[in-house]
């Protein structure tokens, strides 16, 4: 099993970056595909971004392509979000999950392991 820890959210205005952490327990970290999911208010969870066990395969959402980018250190348990050139549409609870699979599905319900979420604020 692994727990997750996000970090980083907050209010931030259009145009903003913010770099949201996910910090995993375990020792076999780097065998988990990790991705990024968000939930706004009345909507359904949404696929973000996810990458492999090594890191050097990354997948993103259509809506954060070319402003988001995933990362991974394997050496400290951790992946990250980089959110760029944030706009109001991004506002949301930003969670992180784990797969020991290698595998990156965009669908949330295939993902086991869950974070508990960090709340991103765009004002405009």
């Known amino acids: 099993q692994v727990q997750l820890v996000e970090s980083g959210g907050g209010l931030v205005q259009a145009g903003d970056s913010l770099r949201l952490s996910c910090a995993a327990s375990g020792r076999t970290f780097s065998r988990y595909a990790m991705g990024w999911f968000r939930q706004a208010p009345g909507k359904e969870r949404e696929f973000v971004a996810g990458v492999g066990w090594g890191g050097e395969s990354t997948y993103y959402g259509t809506s954060v392509k070319g402003r988001f980018t995933i990362s991974r250190d394997n050496a400290k348990n951790t992946v990250y979000l980089h959110l760029n050139n944030l706009i109001p549409e991004d506002t949301a609870v930003y969670y992180c999950?784990?797969?020991?699979?290698?595998?990156?599905?965009?669908?949330?319900?295939?993902?086991?392991?869950w974070g508990q979420g960090t709340q991103v604020t765009v004002s405009s």
């Open positions: 999950a784990a797969d020991p699979r290698n595998v990156v599905a965009t669908m949330p319900q295939l993902w086991p392991y």
